[in-house]
Nanobody, 126 residues
């Protein structure tokens, strides 16, 4: 059984920063890529960022490029999302996700991922 547990969310003013963490437990020997998605009220779940677990290649949505940074600690089986210059439109529930193997849909497609965290709220006030 694989579990993904997010932490670090909360309320922040516009222009502020937050750092999300996602710790994987259980069978963690196979990880191809880990990613972050977010879902605002009344909207679909959107891709935010992803990182290749072995090579470290990173991928970002255009809306967060230059403001958000994804990183990983392989020894701790943890992925991070550093969010700077936050905007009210970043308000959403953020989800961590893990893919066990390569999928042709690519890192930006939710169908690539096998496991999901429970989600954590990020609220940015204006």
């Amino acid at each position: 059984q694989v579990q993904l547990v997010e932490s670090g969310g909360g309320l922040v003013q516009a222009g502020g920063s937050l750092r999300l963490s996602c710790a994987a437990s259980g069978r963690t020997s196979r990880t191809y890529i880990m990613g972050w998605f977010r879902q605002a009220p009344g909207k679909e779940r959107d891709f935010v960022a992803a990182i290749n677990w072995s090579g470290g290649s990173t991928y970002y949505a255009d809306s967060v490029k230059g403001r958000f940074t994804i990183s990983r600690d392989n020894a701790k089986n943890t992925v991070y999302l550093q969010m700077n210059s936050l905007k009210p439109e970043d308000t959403a529930v953020f989800y961590c996700a893990r893919a066990l193997s390569y999928r042709s849909w690519g890192p930006r497609d939710s169908r690539t991922y096998d496991y999901w965290g429970q989600g954590i709220q990020v609220t940015v006030s204006s």
